[in-house]
């Protein structure tokens, strides 16, 4: 997993941050997707990223637990091809595993 050590500080004010990995998919039609993601908050102050894709960002919070567990990030319109989404530094210690993405029927 990755995630932000705590000394880090957190990031309210600014989705640019310079702390941020970023994950390719190859979607092959256009359309909605439901982002997953594996993740852990350990605590009320470390359980937010910022998640972008194309020009939507949002302030994803997680929410608190005491392991891993897998969670919706939300629902995303992709083009057809290759797309990107980008978890950035909102508050540090907040955990990341895994990324899914699946087609809304």
Known sequence: YIHAPESLGDNYSDA???HYVE???TVPRAGS???FATVWG???TSDS???RTGNQTTAWHLGTGSSFSEKS???FTLS???NTVRFALREDDTR???VRLAPVD
Do not use: I, M
């Open 16 to 18: 640019n941050s310079n």
């Open 33 to 35: 997707y439901q982002l």
């Open 96 to 98: 990341l595993d895994k």
């Open 42 to 44: 350990p605590n009320g």
């Open 23 to 25: 994950f390719t998919f």
């Open 80 to 82: 057809a091809g290759q």
């Open 49 to 51: 990223f910022w998640v």
């Open 73 to 75: 990030v939300g629902t």
